[in-house]
C-alpha cells in the first residue's frame, strides 16, 4: 500500500535558523496535506497542494510540490518558538478520500 | 458547534470492556473520518464515511472494531473486547467534501489496562 515518509522525526535548531523538511511518498500523489500538531494538541490543517511542482506560501512558510508528484517540502524561514511542534505530511491517491499521513517530524526551536 | 467535538475526551477502560467514542462532526460537513494516533507516531486511517454511507473502512484492525453514522452527523467508534494494543488517541476529522481539508477533533486518548 501507499506509504508516506518523513525522515529525520525529530530536528532542533536555534531561534532565527532556517528549516526544511522533506516528505516522500512511495506512489505518486493526486494531492498533499501538511498539517501542525502542537504538543497535547490535535493536527491542524496548513496547506493543500495539488499541481505538479507548486508552491505556496504562508508568511514565515514555503511548501513545495515536487513535479512527480512524489514528494513535498516545508520550509521555514527564521524560526520561531512558536514553530513548535510536529509537522505532518499526508497524501491522498486520488482513488477515494483517504490520506496516509507521515509519521511527522517534531521541531523543537533554542530560544 | 464550531468546530469539532468528540467525547469522552479520556477513557480508561479494562481488558475486555467495550468502548463506545463520540464524534460531533462540524455542521453540514458531508465526510467523516476515523483516525488511530499512537504515541509518536502519526494518525492512521481507520474509517471514512460520506453521510451516511460508510465508503472505506479498510484501516480498521479488527472485526472488534465497528463504527456507524445512522444520520449522517454523528458518529460512534466501537472498540469490543478492548485490547491492552488499542491504547492510542482515536481522532476524529470532517470535511466539507471529501477533498478538502480535514478538521479535525480534539481525540479521546483511550488507555486500556
Known amino acids: 500500500g501507499q506509504q508516506v515518509m518523513q525522515i529525520p522525526q525529530y530536528q532542533h535548531v536555534q531561534e532565527g535558523e532556517d528549516f526544511t523538511t522533506y516528505c516522500n511518498s512511495s506512489t505518486t500523489l493526486s494531492n498533499i496535506q501538511w498539517y501542525k500538531q502542537r504538543p497535547g494538541g490535535h493536527p491542524v490543517f496548513l496547506i493543500q497542494?495539488?499541481?505538479?511542482?507548486e508552491v505556496k506560501k504562508q508568511k514565515r512558510l514555503t511548501f513545495q510540490f515536487g513535479e512527480a508528484k512524489k514528494n513535498s517540502s516545508l520550509h521555514i524561514t527564521a524560526t520561531q518558538t512558536t514553530d513548535v511542534g510536529t509537522y505532518f505530511c499526508a497524501g491522498g491517491d486520488g482513488a477515494n478520500s483517504k490520506l496516509t499521513f507521515g509519521k511527522g517530524i517534531t521541531l523543537s526551536v533554542r530560544p | 458547534g464550531a468546530g469539532v467535538s468528540q467525547s469522552p475526551r479520556y477513557k480508561v477502560a479494562k481488558r475486555g470492556q467495550d468502548v463506545a467514542l463520540r464524534c460531533d462532526p462540524i455542521?453540514?460537513?458531508?465526510?467523516l473520518f476515523w483516525y488511530q494516533q499512537a504515541l509518536g507516531q502519526g494518525p492512521e486511517f481507520l474509517t471514512y464515511?460520506?453521510?451516511?454511507?460508510?465508503?472505506?473502512k479498510s484501516g480498521l484492525p479488527s472485526d472488534r472494531f465497528f463504527a456507524e453514522r445512522p444520520e449522517g452527523s454523528v458518529s460512534t467508534l466501537k472498540i469490543q473486547r478492548t485490547q491492552q494494543e488499542d491504547s492510542a488517541v482515536y481522532l476524529c476529522?470532517?470535511?466539507?467534501?471529501?477533498?478538502?481539508?480535514?478538521?479535525f477533533g480534539p481525540g479521546t486518548r483511550l488507555t486500556v489496562l
Open positions: 455542521s453540514g460537513h458531508v465526510s
Open positions: 476529522a470532517s470535511t466539507l467534501d471529501h477533498y478538502n481539508e480535514q478538521f
Open positions: 497542494l495539488v499541481k505538479s511542482g
Open positions: 464515511f460520506q453521510n451516511e454511507a460508510q465508503l472505506d
